[in-house]
């Protein structure tokens, strides 16, 4: 029995192999049988391709216009009575049209452009190429006509060309139903190329507003080939500006730029009425503006210095020092803008008082501001956060917090390291903005005037300012330095992204000359142009172009001096000096102003009675027991 069993398994077991076999067997052949028919059929492919263009073309180089058009027309046959399950093996059929289509309309355009360039008369073979295989070339010249008529309507074009141009080819076949209704046109074409040269200078130059409502004022006023083409460009401009100007306006009413944002959206509203997001980002930009007026008046400018953001280190014991007396507190900084709001001061561009676009001549521009509002100028002097300052409470340098607004970072008289918006000037200021809009008129800040003696908003930026830096640690107690390469490389950047910042959250920036010089009118040119040449190489690379140029300890050179000249000729177009009432005068191709101090030394001054009550302002951390 169990020989038996054996056995009769071992049968089962080779019936199973051979069945296994003959189905492998089969596989295997229709495997083949398909890969052949494959290989046929692609190699049959491969050899129409091969031969069917070349065909074509050598028909058109032999004037065998009727081969070559025969060539086409079977492929396009066969294209035409494709099954749509035949569409994936279709296409190489389209490329061949599309390859014949190409090798006619480079001839074409080969024909054109020497008509073109050259005053080229066609030949009896030109004519004969373009009337036989019309059934391609009409699209082709067509193309070239309208082509030709834009480039007149853009200026790029003489009309005597387009002229000789139409001559050349109107004859020919069934050319002449494009072009004789464009000849018709050429005198409208040739009349309103002013204004949309106008339109399109606009538009490269980003101003989709002015290149959108141009083109409308012409296509209003012409039918045609005109009118088509304006309208065709509205269409074309309108997709292309909307998300950026979207982008630009939504940002605008971020920085409480309102006014700019109020004339955009207006704008936009013009253009795409019927789009509710646009009409409710006009609601919001006109709910934050009013009534403007031009001021012609006095125009404050207030400046200060760092601020003491410590005041247990800068009046505490044994850390008390007179220097405190150049800086006030962020508490006082804070009272002074409450009582600068309260009395109707408004943040303004001093740039928006002049034009200078010409660099050789400068234009008075009467200052706009909202209706019972006074312009003020605040000017930050000098940030760069000199190692004396230390001890006074003042910040060591500015930093970036992760929602990527700019904070003051100081030591306490702990130890410890504070970062904080409302350490600095800077993050008070945007502060209040934040909280007073109309504070600001169209998101005006202030002007950081900059330079470059031991550091740049705190960080070492070149090796010129280590040794300055490190006398000046010594002399505060603090460690010295000794950056490398990368770590100033590094620091270089970290400045050009907190400048970054500041200009989108609408600071500005000024020079105070690289070395701070004490007394820029007692200082001879060359060392003027020496310490300026080295502003430029190493501060002003990270600020981008500076109009503006703060006279340290307010010792301004008069407009008509050679070092004057020199500053103007660099592009400085606005200086500030010093003077406690406020004051401003057009010069030579410069505007000057006079900005008032605010120290702990000057808040009594008569002067500012006008700008706060210096009872409000004075910080009780100034007092201090005498007996500490």
Not at 161 to 176: A, D, H, K, T, Y
Not at 267 to 293: C, Q, W, Y
Not at 341 to 347: H, I, K, P, S, T
Not at 533 to 555: A, C, R, T
Request: with cysteine; charged share 25%.
């Amino acid at each position: 029995m169990t020989v038996f069993s054996s056995e009769y398994h071992v049968g089962e077991d080779d019936r199973k192999n051979s069945k296994s076999f003959h189905i492998s067997a089969v596989i295997c052949a229709v495997a083949l049988i398909v890969l052949g028919l494959t290989t046929v059929f692609v190699g049959r492919k491969s050899a129409y391709e091969m031969d069917t263009v070349p065909s074509f073309e050598k028909a058109i180089d032999e004037g065998r216009y009727s081969d070559a058009l025969s060539i086409y027309r079977e492929v396009q046959d066969e294209v035409l009575k494709a099954s749509p399950e035949d569409q994936e093996s279709n296409e190489y059929r389209v490329k061949l049209l599309d390859d014949m289509e190409n090798i006619v309309r480079t001839r074409v355009d080969s024909i054109c452009e020497r008509i073109i360039d050259s005053r080229y008369v066609l030949t009896a073979s030109d004519i004969n190429f373009l009337d036989s295989m019309r059934e391609l070339t009409s699209s082709v010249v067509s193309e070239r006509m309208y082509k030709i008529c834009e480039d007149l309507l853009l200026g790029k074009i003489e009309k005597p060309v387009v002229m000789f141009f139409f001559e050349q080819l109107q004859p020919i076949g069934n050319f002449s139903a494009t072009a004789s209704p464009l000849l018709r046109e050429l005198d409208f074409i040739e009349t309103a190329t002013g204004d949309v040269r106008t339109a399109e200078e606009a538009l490269s130059g980003g101003d989709y507003i002015t290149a959108v409502k141009k083109y409308t004022q012409v296509n209003d006023n012409y039918d045609g080939f005109v009118g088509d083409y304006c309208e065709k460009r509205v269409t074309t401009i309108k997709a292309a500006m909307y998300e950026p100007m979207m982008d630009e306006g939504e940002h605008m009413l971020q920085t409480y730029k309102f006014y700019s944002a109020e004339r955009l959206f207006s704008d936009l509203a013009v253009i795409f009425p019927e789009d509710e997001m646009i009409k409710g980002n006009l609601l919001t930009a006109t709910s934050h503006t009013s009534e403007v007026r031009e001021y012609r008046g006095p125009i404050e400018v207030i400046c200060v210095r760092s601020l003491i953001a410590d005041t247990d280190t800068a009046f505490a014991g044994r850390y008390h020092s007179g220097n405190t007396d150049l800086y006030l507190t962020t508490s006082e900084f804070e009272k002074i803008l409450e009582n600068l709001y309260e009395r109707d001061y408004v943040l303004v561009d001093p740039e928006n008082l002049i034009e200078s676009s010409d660099p050789t001549f400068l234009l008075e521009r009467n200052l706009k501001v909202p209706k019972g509002k006074k312009p003020l100028v605040v000017v930050i002097e000098n940030l760069q956060y000199n190692a004396a300052a230390y001890s006074c409470g003042t910040c060591r340098r500015l930093v970036l917090n992760d929602e990527n607004q700019v904070c003051g970072e100081y030591k306490n008289s702990r130890g410890d390291t504070i970062v904080s918006r409302t350490a600095e000037s800077i993050g008070i200021l945007d502060t209040f903005v934040e909280n007073h809009p109309d504070f600001t008129y169209d998101g005006a800040k202030g002007i950081i005037s900059v330079s470059g003696y031991e550091a740049c908003f705190g960080y070492i930026i070149s090796e010129d300012e280590v040794d300055d830096r490190n006398s000046a640690l010594v002399a505060a107690n603090q460690p010295q330095i000794n950056p490398t390469a990368e770590e100033i490389a590094y620091n270089r950047n970290r400045v050009t992204e907190i400048v970054n910042v500041l200009a989108d959250n609408g600071w500005q920036f000024a020079s105070c000359t690289y070395s701070y010089i004490e007394d820029c009118r007692n200082t001879e040119k060359p060392i003027l142009v020496e310490d300026t040449e080295k502003w430029l190489d190493q501060i002003g690379s990270l600020f981008g172009e500076v109009h503006m140029l703060v006279y340290p300890n307010g010792n301004y050179i008069y407009g008509t001096d050679e070092r004057a000249v020199y500053y103007k000729n660099l592009g400085f177009r606005i200086f500030f000096g010093g003077g406690a009432t406020p004051y401003y005068t057009y010069g030579d191709n410069y505007l000057y102003l006079d900005r008032a101090m605010m120290s702990y030394k000057t808040l009594n001054r008569k002067a500012y009675e006008e700008l706060f009550d210096y009872t409000q302002i004075l910080d009780p951390a100034r007092i201090v027991d005498t007996d500490t």
